[in-house]
């Protein structure tokens, strides 16, 4: 039995030109990525369009069950730093970070059994309405600050990672793949 030798590159650049001959995208993988942006944007826009108050984007009329709204929020809670991040994280300091994974769907249902029926009864919309009525503008304020000021910071890096592995499969420039995904976000 025979068997072909392969010779790969050598040099400072062989990792990229690994990376580039494994990572060529064919026709189909073209249509299921963008296939997959464009339904989701359409789907959302289609999902929104019925509501004609504030009430009912924010808190879905109050028709909502618990267990909708705690999928919901974990699904907030997922991003594409989750996705790209955990493997590696596997990787680099085993598999205990798992617990944390495993014990978000138990916090989301005590979340969701507890707060949500005082948020109905209260009549608030978010958290920080909440605390208005519970202290005042102080803490609303500030909570609202440090939030906004976290997901602001986070909102970068959330957009940024997945544009460098983007940046790389499609051989796009680095600036350019943010704006787009930032894009498709807005819409």
Sequence with gaps: ?????IEYPRGPDCALLLVNAVLRMNYLDWLV???TIIFIVVYGSLK?????????YLKGDNSLKWWMIGISIM???ASAITFLSTPGQAIEDGMRFLQFYLGLPLAMVIISITMVPIYYRLKVYTAYEYLETRFDLKTRSLAAIL???LRG???GITLFAPALILSTILRWPVSLTPILIGTFVIL
Excluded: Y
């Excluded at 039995?1 to 030798?5: F, K, Q, S």
């Excluded at 929104?48 to 009912?56: L, M, V």
């Design 147 to 149: 939030f906004l000021l």
């Design 153 to 155: 910071l986070s909102a």
């Design 75 to 77: 699904a907030t809670q």
């Design 33 to 35: 990525l963008f296939g």
């Design 48 to 56: 929104t369009r019925g509501h004609k108050s504030i009430e009912g």
């Design 1 to 5: 039995m025979v068997l072909a030798r």
